[in-house]
């Protein structure tokens, strides 16, 4: 979790890493949100999970490890990201660029 967390630290300094299309348009998102792949001991199958980027280190590894074990799907809808990071600190916002 902590390779995670710091690797995504270190793309979302990049701007170039953070531009998404959203509705047919180029933004610049303030951060990207985190997604990586755990193996569930018991199955021995790989879920993808999706954990909203936050502050600090020891926060994220807290939220992302709780996550991973809780999660029962084995692909889940990034949407449900936006129901979890609502207790959140809100850094998500996305500027829209001209192109």
């Known amino acids: 979790m902590a ?3 710091a690797v ?3 793309a979302n300094e990049i701007d170039a ?3 998404r299309f959203l509705d047919g348009k180029i933004v610049l998102f303030d951060n990207i949100d985190t997604a990586f ?3 569930n001991a018991e199955t021995q199958l790989f879920k993808v999970v999706n954990v909203p980027m936050v502050g600090n280190i020891e926060e994220y590894i807290e ?3 709780k996550m991973a074990k809780e999660q029962k799907e084995y692909f889940r809808r990034c949407h449900n990201i ?3 990071s609502k207790s959140l600190p809100k850094k998500n916002k996305f500027i829209k660029v001209p192109i």
């Open 37 to 39: 792949t755990y193996l």
């Open 17 to 19: 890493f953070r531009y």
């Open 82 to 84: 936006v129901e979890i």
């Open 63 to 65: 939220i992302a490890t």
């Open 8 to 10: 995504c630290k270190c």
């Open 3 to 5: 390779m995670v967390y």
